[in-house]
């Protein structure tokens, strides 16, 4: 079945290789990203894969942006059916050393920007249903020193999709909160390539994700944990 699908933070990592995945499916897909520049070329790379796809500049954090954004989507193709919201961001920084510019900017973009996307998305999903994937983290549930922002804008991430969940569930709208281990992207500035012999890869999610949205009416998924499968072994 194809779907009309938006995925925040597309142009790179987890995002693009979900656009991709859905897109090789016969999905419409739309993704975002916070520059110009990055939005054009993840459009211009995934128009290879395939035509249906579109690339819109917006800041998940900005409420004014993300509505533009969906309503965007709605006027050009007539719904939104599947939201994945994938943008986010992520500093490896002691609290004491933090600045306050930065932690605003991992919870607005990892647990407010969540609530601005789906705040705008679920008026035209109550129409004829869909799905929201929030994509957290393993983090949420095992902090580490350095990642204590990052972490507990997870472990907010992974509350507000159980509440959401069970908040739409008789609108016909299913929430499914994905939390993937360790990936090797270039994700908070580390090299993309450091550990892929034994980390997730993007396209290992995305193949999840593609997955999920074809699970049995019936039933929902509402927590996926995603781990490597030989994980290093701690010396």
């Known amino acids: ?23 090789k499916a016969g999905n419409t897909v739309v993704i975002t990203g916070t520059t110009s520049d990055g939005v054009s070329r993840a459009e211009l790379a995934l128009s290879v894969i395939a035509a249906q796809v579109v ?32 943008a986010g961001v992520g500093v490896g920084v002691p609290i004491g050393e933090m600045s306050h510019d930065e932690w605003d900017r991992i919870i607005g973009t990892n647990l407010t920007g969540v609530f601005n ?6 008026p035209h999903m109550k129409t004829r249903g869909g799905w929201i994937v929030n994509i957290s983290s393993l983090a949420s549930t095992n902090p ?51 550990g892929a012999d034994w980390k997730l890869l993007p396209e290992d999610v995305a193949h999840a994700i593609a997955d999920l949205l074809n699970h049995p009416a019936r039933s929902l998924p509402s927590r996926v944990e995603i781990r490597p499968s030989r994980p290093k072994k701690s010396s």
Do not use: W
């Open 55 to 86: 690339g819109i500049r917006c800041d998940v954090r900005d409420p004014a942006s993300v509505h533009r954004a969906i309503e965007t989507v709605v006027a050009r193709f007539g719904a939104l059916d599947v939201l994945v919201n994938c």
């Open 1 to 23: 079945m194809s779907r009309i699908i938006l995925i925040t933070g597309g142009t790179r990592g987890i995002g693009h290789a979900v656009a991709e995945a859905l897109l």
């Open 144 to 194: 580490f020193p350095g990642g204590a922002a990052y972490c507990a804008s997870k472990a907010g991430l992974n509350a507000f999709g159980d509440a959401l969940m069970q908040e739409l569930r008789y609108d016909n709208i299913k929430v499914t909160t994905v939390l993937p281990g360790s990936v090797a992207t270039g994700f908070s500035g580390r090299d993309a390539g450091a």
């Open 117 to 122: 996307c789906c705040k705008a998305a679920i």
